[in-house]
C-alpha cells in the first residue's frame, strides 16, 4: 500500500493544524439550484462559518441520528472560506455526513451537500439512476452556483475547492478527479469474477448498456476547479480505466472501511484504488476499527433496535454506532481538516 507519511509531511500538517485552529459557530441554509430543463433540480443544505451564537437549533431531528447544533441562516463570518463538496452514498441523502459538515464550518470551511436525484433516499427513479454520469455533473454544478451566486461568491474562496464522497459519493469523486468509466473492462472483470456488489449494482440499474450511455458514461467528467479529494471508502474500483486513475495528478486522500459490512471488497475496491493512483499524490489510511457505515451519522441510543423493528436488516448501519462511531468522526475530521488545510 501506498502511504505518504514523512517527516516533511508532518511538519507541513503542524503548520496547517495551527492555521485552523480558529473555531467558528455552524451555520446552516437551505441550497436549491434550479435546473433550467426542469429536469435535474438539486436540493440539499449548505454549511458555513459564523460568529452568531444564537439561536442554536438541531439541523435535523430523528429518533435514530444524533443531529449537531447550528444557527439557521446566520450571517457568514467575515471573509473567504475553502468550499467542500459532499457526495453522499447510494440511497443516501444530504444529511448523511452532516456530522462532518458541520464539524468542518466550525473549522472555517463553506460545506454543500445536496441529494443526487435517482440515487437519494427519497428519489429512486430507474431513468435517473441509470444516468449516472449526472453525479458528477450535480458536483460541479454546486460549485457553479457557488461561485456564480451573488449570496455565496464573497464567501468562497474560488482557488479552494475541494471534494468528499463516501462509497457511490466515492465512485463520483473519482470520476471528477479524472477516473474515467470502461464498460469493457468492468464487464471482463464481473465476468471472471462473480457475485460483487458493484457488478450487481450497475447491471441492475443497466449502467451504459446502449451506445448512447456508454458515450455519457466514458466521457471526460472531471472538474479541474476542485484541487484535492477525500474518498470515504469507495464502491465501483473496477468500473474506471486503469490508465485515468495512473493520470489523477491532484492530491487525493483515501479511506478504507477493514470492517466490511456493506457487500464492498476492500481488495478490489480502495486498495486497488489507491495502488493504482501517483504515489506522491495518494494518503492512504485504513484504521482496524472502521466500517464502511462509520461514514454515517452517530446513532442515538436505541436507534439499532428501532432499525431492526421497523426496517429489518437496516439496523447493520447502527452496529457500533454510539460512542464508538463519534470517536471515529473526530479521528476523520481531525484527518480530512488536516489534508485540505495542505492544499
Not at 123 to 150: N, T, Y
Not at 189 to 202: M, N, T
Not at 236 to 244: I, L, N, R, V
Request: charged content about 20%; some cysteine.
Amino acid at each position: 500500500m501506498k502511504l505518504i507519511l514523512s517527516t516533511v509531511f508532518a511538519v507541513v500538517v503542524g503548520y496547517a493544524v495551527a492555521a485552523s485552529e480558529q473555531t467558528y459557530y455552524p451555520a446552516l441554509t437551505d441550497l436549491h439550484i434550479s435546473d433550467p430543463a426542469g429536469q435535474r433540480d438539486l436540493d440539499g443544505l449548505l454549511w458555513y462559518p459564523t460568529e452568531a451564537s444564537a439561536p442554536l437549533t438541531y439541523d435535523f431531528e430523528s429518533k435514530v441520528w444524533v443531529g449537531t447544533q447550528v444557527v439557521r441562516d446566520a450571517s457568514p463570518a467575515p471573509g473567504r472560506f475553502p468550499l467542500v463538496v459532499l457526495s453522499h452514498g447510494m440511497f443516501g441523502n444530504a444529511l448523511n455526513q452532516a456530522w462532518l459538515a458541520g464539524a468542518l464550518a466550525k473549522r472555517g470551511f463553506v460545506v454543500a451537500a445536496i441529494s443526487h436525484p435517482g440515487t437519494s433516499t427519497w428519489s429512486r427513479d430507474p431513468d435517473q439512476r441509470r444516468q449516472l454520469w449526472e453525479r458528477p455533473k450535480d458536483i460541479s454544478r454546486v460549485i457553479d452556483h457557488a461561485i456564480l451566486s451573488p449570496q455565496l461568491t464573497e464567501v468562497i474562496d474560488h482557488d479552494r475547492i475541494f471534494m468528499a464522497g463516501h462509497s457511490l459519493g466515492g465512485f463520483t469523486a473519482a470520476a471528477l478527479a479524472g477516473g474515467r468509466y470502461d464498460a469493457a473492462k468492468l464487464k471482463r472483470f464481473c465476468d471472471e469474477v462473480s457475485g460483487e456488489l458493484a457488478c450487481g449494482i450497475l447491471n441492475d440499474w443497466k449502467v451504459a448498456q446502449t451506445p448512447e450511455d456508454r458515450a455519457e458514461m466514458e466521457a471526460d467528467l472531471s472538474d479541474a476547479r476542485i484541487s484535492a479529494f477525500a474518498i470515504f471508502d469507495l464502491g465501483g474500483t473496477q468500473s474506471f480505466s486503469q490508465a485515468s486513475l495512473r493520470n489523477i495528478d491532484r492530491p487525493v486522500l483515501v479511506f478504507g472501511a477493514p470492517i466490511m459490512n456493506s457487500g464492498l471488497t476492500l481488495d478490489i475496491e480502495s486498495r486497488t484504488l489507491v495502488d493504482l493512483l501517483p504515489s506522491e499524490t495518494v494518503r492512504y489510511i485504513e484504521p482496524q476499527t472502521l466500517s464502511h457505515f462509520d461514514f454515517l451519522g452517530q446513532c442515538k441510543p436505541g436507534g439499532l433496535e428501532l432499525l431492526a423493528k421497523e426496517i429489518p436488516g437496516d439496523e447493520i448501519i447502527c452496529v457500533n454506532g454510539g460512542a464508538e462511531r463519534a470517536a471515529q468522526h473526530d479521528m476523520i475530521v481531525d484527518e480530512v481538516v488536516k489534508f485540505f488545510s495542505l492544499q
